[in-house]
């Protein structure tokens, strides 16, 4: 029996390891070769960092980096505000008139092909263009696509964790004297900040690497990151589009671990303040 055990936890932890490697070596790969001296690919002939040097001289992966900076720290504001609000309603309020058409449209991007909703935004924007002048495709029009997107993924996090959440709190702050809004930004808020916080890293991430939407909706002088690299790549890989994975791959893993961090020191300092909060009571 202790054999049987031994062998199914090994082969369990087997599986579990195989699944790392198969997910992460690659990473793994990319960032060691971008320190390759050489530019052929997979031929490793010295350590070098000249390639991280060259990048700094690429003006066109510099502004795409920026470029799609910018647009995915606004997305992730954004989806996560109107993601909250859509959660928010989906969780709070059982029974209103359209819930069902509401809850649809909500989750539609969810299930729906990027090339649809890239391609259908596009005709959109072009015919609101020919009527007003405006949005020009660029900034504006992918940030658009973007929150779209993220808005779907944020109100996902934010339910499960409205669901979680006891309505025994809210509802003894209204006992209290308290109004809707106010239990909301004083109760309901700063119990679903980890959610918040995950929601905005995750939109975040998939605003920076959206190829499909980002390709329909931009316009001349408006490539982000993705695209430039997607557009060399067709040509042959290039040496600077591995230090161009590297270095995002760390500033993503700085900012999952900070979050990390972050989140949990909330969360201590929140059970220290329950725990403190039921002792007076008792008292």
């Given at each position: 029996?202790?054999?049987?055990?031994?062998?199914?936890?090994?082969?369990?932890?087997?599986?579990?390891?195989?699944?790392?490697?198969?997910?992460?070596?690659?990473?793994?790969?990319?960032?060691?070769?971008?320190?390759?001296?050489?530019?052929?690919d997979m031929v490793w002939s010295g350590f070098s960092t000249k390639w991280y040097g060259e990048l700094m001289n690429d003006t066109e992966i510099i502004s795409g980096f920026g470029l799609s900076l910018?647009?995915?720290?606004?997305?992730?504001?954004?989806?996560?505000?109107?993601?909250?609000?859509?959660?928010?309603?989906?969780?709070?309020?059982?029974?209103?008139?359209?819930?069902?058409?509401?809850?649809?449209?909500?989750?539609?991007?969810?299930?729906?092909?990027?090339?649809?909703?890239?391609?259908?935004?596009?005709?959109?924007?072009?015919?609101?263009?020919?009527?007003?002048?405006?949005?020009?495709?660029?900034?504006?029009?992918?940030?658009?696509?973007?929150?779209?997107?993220?808005?779907?993924?944020?109100?996902?996090?934010?339910?499960?964790?409205?669901?979680?959440?006891?309505?025994?709190?809210?509802?003894?702050?209204?006992?209290?004297?308290?109004?809707?809004?106010?239990?909301?930004?004083?109760?309901?808020?700063?119990?679903?900040?980890?959610?918040?916080?995950?929601?905005?890293?995750?939109?975040?991430?998939?605003?920076?690497?959206?190829?499909?939407?980002?390709?329909?909706?931009?316009?001349?002088?408006?490539?982000?990151?993705?695209?430039?690299?997607?557009?060399?790549?067709?040509?042959?890989?290039?040496?600077?589009?591995?230090?161009?994975?590297?270095?995002?791959?760390?500033?993503?893993?700085?900012?999952?671990?900070?979050?990390?961090?972050?989140?949990?020191?909330?969360?201590?300092?929140?059970?220290?303040?329950?725990?403190?909060?039921?002792?007076?009571?008792?008292?």
């Amino acid at each position: 029996m202790n054999g049987q055990n031994f062998i199914q936890r090994w082969f369990g932890r087997g599986w579990l390891s195989l699944g790392y490697v198969f997910l992460y070596l690659p990473i793994v790969v990319l960032v060691v070769f971008s320190f390759n001296s050489s530019r052929q690919d997979m031929v490793w002939s010295g350590f070098s960092t000249k390639w991280y040097g060259e990048l700094m001289n690429d003006t066109e992966i510099i502004s795409g980096f920026g470029l799609s900076l910018r647009i995915a720290v606004l997305t992730a504001f954004a989806s996560v505000i109107l993601g909250t609000f859509a959660a928010f309603v989906m969780n709070r309020y059982q029974r209103f008139h359209g819930r069902t058409l509401f809850t649809g449209m909500v989750s539609a991007p969810l299930v729906m092909p990027e090339v649809i909703i890239g391609l259908s935004l596009l005709l959109m924007l072009v015919s609101v263009q020919k009527m007003f002048g405006f949005p020009e495709r660029g900034l504006m029009t992918i940030w658009l696509g973007h929150t779209l997107l993220g808005m779907a993924y944020a109100a996902v996090v934010v339910q499960s964790r409205l669901q979680e959440m006891s309505k025994s709190l809210e509802e003894a702050a209204m006992d209290l004297g308290c109004k809707p809004h106010q239990v909301f930004f004083l109760v309901t808020l700063p119990n679903i900040t980890q959610a918040l916080g995950s929601a905005w890293l995750l939109t975040f991430t998939l605003s920076l690497d959206d190829v499909v939407l980002s390709a329909f909706l931009s316009g001349p002088g408006s490539s982000t990151m993705p695209i430039v690299i997607f557009s060399r790549a067709r040509l042959g890989l290039d040496p600077r589009v591995n230090a161009v994975a590297a270095l995002t791959i760390l500033v993503v893993s700085v900012a999952v671990v900070a979050s990390s961090l972050w989140m949990a020191r909330a969360e201590r300092l929140r059970q220290k303040q329950i725990s403190a909060a039921f002792k007076a009571d008792n008292e």
